[in-house]
């Protein structure tokens, strides 16, 4: 069972370039959303996607745009990457948005130089 | 202050002891209360899940809630190394429109 499958799984980048992480659920969720850990904090939200077509920041979103391609697929991309993103980001899904059972991605560690 | 305040460890026990990790929080809206597992290099997985006050067992696990503290603790009895791994509290509640709100994690180390 591939769950929630994230890519690329490492990436390292200059400041100002763009890149985009890709997200894909294959167990027919509704919600998906991007988190970012940082080392210390906990997870925070960047953006979410309560159902298919709707996408709504989180407590973190400058920088970064999201899309919601389809009903699998949910995008993060960061436009002009700066070293405060310097992150390892989580793609993550659930049935309904709200209190729900959340699965995650094995996530993306990015470097920004 | 964080909304959700957790020891970030390490924690370094031997196998077989009973393990308390806790998290401390300041809203008193928050009802809903989880305990994710995050192996190294993994997403987190949801271990224990908890409405309002309380106690929820389930198999070594036990998660506690008590709301007049803003205090809830996770227990493992007969700690395993495969238990090694750190421990995230989350929780939510009708002011935070019910996104999570993450404590930093403990790191929990088990010796054979």
């Known amino acids: 069972n591939a769950g929630v499958t994230q890519t690329p799984k490492f990436q390292v980048l200059k400041t100002g370039q763009s890149m985009t992480l890709q997200c894909a659920q294959d167990?027919?969720?509704?919600?998906m959303y991007w988190y970012r850990q940082d080392p210390g904090m906990g997870l925070r939200l960047i953006y979410y996607s309560a159902s298919e077509g709707t996408t709504d920041k989180g407590e973190v979103p400058n920088g970064y745009n999201v899309s919601r391609l389809n009903k699998r697929e949910f995008s993060l991309r960061l436009e002009s990457a700066a070293p405060s993103q310097t992150s390892v980001y989580f793609c993550a899904s659930s049935e309904q948005q709200g209190i729900e059972k959340l699965f995650f991605g094995s996530g993306t560690q990015l470097s920004v130089l | 202050q964080k909304e959700v305040e957790q020891d970030p460890g390490p924690l370094s026990v031997p196998e077989g002891a009973i393990v308390s990790l806790n998290c401390t929080y300041s809203?008193?809206?928050?009802?809903?209360f989880m305990w994710y597992r995050q192996y190294s290099r993994k997403g987190p997985e949801l271990l224990m899940y908890?409405?309002s006050s309380g106690n929820k067992e389930d198999g070594r696990f036990t998660a506690q809630v008590d709301k007049s503290s803003k205090y809830i603790s996770l227990f493992i009895r007969d700690s395993q190394p495969s238990d090694s791994a750190t421990y995230l509290c989350a929780m939510t509640g009708w002011d935070s429109n019910y996104q999570l709100i993450w404590g930093a994690g403990t790191k929990l180390i088990i010796k054979p």
């Open positions: 167990m027919n969720h509704n919600s």
């Open positions: 809203n008193s809206a928050f009802q809903y």
């Open positions: 908890t409405y």
